[in-house]
Every structure is written in C-alpha cells, then in structure tokens.
C-alpha cells in the first residue's frame, strides 16, 4: 500500500500544482441546465457531478495519499489496517471541499463593483481629470462607509478639472462614465 500511497500523493500533488500554474483552467465539469424539469435540486446535481471534476479527483488524491502515509507512519497495526478506509474517507471529504469551494468562489464577481447600477445618478468629486482620451478617478461619497474611489472615464467635449463635481450616467464594469453636475455646467446663453 505504501507505494500506493506515494503515487496518489505525487498524482494529486502535480495536478495541483499544476492548476495553481494555469494549467487545465476550465478542466471541472460545470453545471448548465441539470436539475431543471426533473425534480432535482440543481444544488444535489451540482455535487454528484462535482466526482467528475478535475479539482476533486486531484485533492482526493492528494489527500488520500498524504492520510495514508501519516497513518503508516503511525505505525500501530490497528491504525495500519483501518488506513485505507480512513485515507479514502479523508480524500473523498477533501475533493468534495475543494470543489464546493471553488464552485463558491467562481459565484463571485471580481473586478466589479457590487450594486454599480445603484451608482447611477450619484455625484461625486474629480480626484484626477477626465478627458475623451484620458480616464481619471471619481471619488462618490457613500452613506454609511464614507466614499468609493472609481476609475472614471467621460464623454464629454470639454475637459473635466481635478475638483470639479460630476454626475455618473453609467457604470461599466469598474468605471465610472460621469459627465458634469447640473450645477457646476456653465449657464448656456440663449
């Protein structure tokens, strides 16, 4: 078994390492549709499919393989003889783990400021200036938090001064489009 042990460790070991590289980036089984129409709970599909997956077979093999050796090491016979059930146990919860896990994680959206729709319509103040072909950043007072430091980009004709009070009209992404505040325009002569 010890050379069982070792060749699960080194498996899991290199898949690991070699996802932490960028290796295999979409490799896991993702869940589409599944669960819907026939009484099944998406979240239930979700984890039976996750035993597919790239991520949980290299931590399951990752840990099964680390258990095992650590329980031989052990060395008492009664530990040795319940190994491989207990190393099986052991990688089985890690691979569910790390794929429960990272399936949380790619929920999350990075890079994008939550609730950005609600930014719409705000004011805030220039910190650096905004041209058609310069972005700068808006600085948006937030009740309750203090302010949010945007990138802000502007569609604008005129240049937009560091200082100067800004409507944001839309948000894309992280950045801020912001045009002036009504009442900082310049009065239009008629």
Excluded at 51 to 78: D, H, K, P
Aim: glycine share 14%.
């Amino acid at each position: 078994m010890f050379a069982v042990y070792v060749g699960s460790l080194l498996f899991g070991g290199l898949l690991i390492g070699a996802s932490f590289l960028g290796a295999g980036h979409d490799a896991d089984v993702h869940v589409g549709d599944a669960g819907h129409g026939d009484g099944h709970d998406q979240s239930t599909a979700s984890a039976w499919l996750a035993l597919l997956g790239i991520r949980f077979w290299s931590f399951a093999a990752a840990f099964f393989g680390l258990t095992g050796l650590v329980l031989r090491a052990l060395g008492s016979s009664t530990v040795v003889a319940l190994a491989p059930f207990i190393s099986a146990a052991v990688g089985v919860a890690a691979g569910l783990g790390a794929s429960a896990t990272f399936r949380m994680l790619a929920r999350d959206t990075i890079g994008e400021v939550r609730g950005a729709a609600a930014l719409v319509g705000r004011e805030g103040r220039l910190l650096l200036p905004v041209d058609r072909a310069q972005r700068g950043k808006v600085r948006v007072p937030m009740p309750g938090s203090g302010h949010l430091d945007l990138v802000a980009e502007s569609d604008h004709v005129a240049v937009l001064a560091a200082g100067s009070e800004v409507l944001i009209v839309e948000v894309r992404g992280n950045v801020a489009v912001v045009e002036p505040a009504p009442a900082s325009e310049p009065a239009r002569r008629s």
